[in-house]
């Protein structure tokens, strides 16, 4: 199974605003998103397709599609770029069957080093409803540390609630990914030790 990401493209634009606009009244309640102000599918392409064409030095925000051999399951958004220097991070995975799998943290941090290169940053950020376990439980599995909890907003499209803030360090992202990589590659060599003595 390869896990990958790569910017949204325009193929993958019906399967993110179905996500969105497909959001149980239990989901938006546990995500914090203020319904009131989630846009128009029509909205939401118009702003995709101007996403794809901006220089990455002129976007405020970037979509990048979580892949599981080349199709997209889910995505990570950057909001509030300010190109070498600082954005603000999202997840959302978009099919329910593949949630729990363990794939979230090796994605989550491959799209915060892609983000973290393209942008030229220092440091992201992931603010998290304080009361939604799943990126909660995924930000400290993977390790990242929890640095305060404030009350707000994590983006234009939530309502003012309590949410945990972590710093995104690059390093912490790195390190799971090598680790995961090194785990597999010896999980391998196992089964092949396993085949060569059968």
């Not at 954005?87 to 995975?93: T, V």
């Not at 915060?112 to 940053?121: N, T």
């Not at 404030?150 to 990914?177: M, P, Q």
Request: with cysteine.
């Amino acid at each position: 199974m390869d896990l990958s990401v790569r910017p949204l493209a325009a193929e993958d634009f019906d399967g993110f605003i179905n996500y969105w606009l497909g959001l149980s009244k239990a989901e938006i309640e546990r995500l914090g998103i203020a319904i009131d102000r989630l846009p128009s599918a029509a909205r939401m392409r118009c702003d995709l397709e101007a996403m794809l064409v901006a220089p990455d030095d002129g976007v405020r925000s970037f979509v990048l599609a979580w892949c599981i051999n080349g199709e997209a399951i889910g995505h990570s958004s950057l909001k509030d770029i300010v190109p070498g220097d600082f954005g603000s991070i999202h997840l959302h995975m978009w099919r329910s069957d593949l949630r729990g799998k363990g794939h979230g943290p090796y994605l989550f941090c491959l799209a915060a080093v892609e983000f973290y290169k393209r942008f030229k940053l220092k440091r992201i950020v992931c603010e998290p409803k304080a009361d939604n376990p799943p990126p909660n439980r995924l930000l400290q599995r993977i390790g990242f540390p929890l640095i305060s909890t404030r009350i707000g907003r994590s983006s234009e499209l939530s309502t003012i609630c309590k949410l945990n803030r972590y710093d995104i360090e690059r390093e912490i992202a790195e390190d799971y990914l090598l680790t995961r990589a090194s785990h597999k590659n010896e999980a391998g060599k196992g089964s092949q030790q396993i085949a060569l003595s059968s």
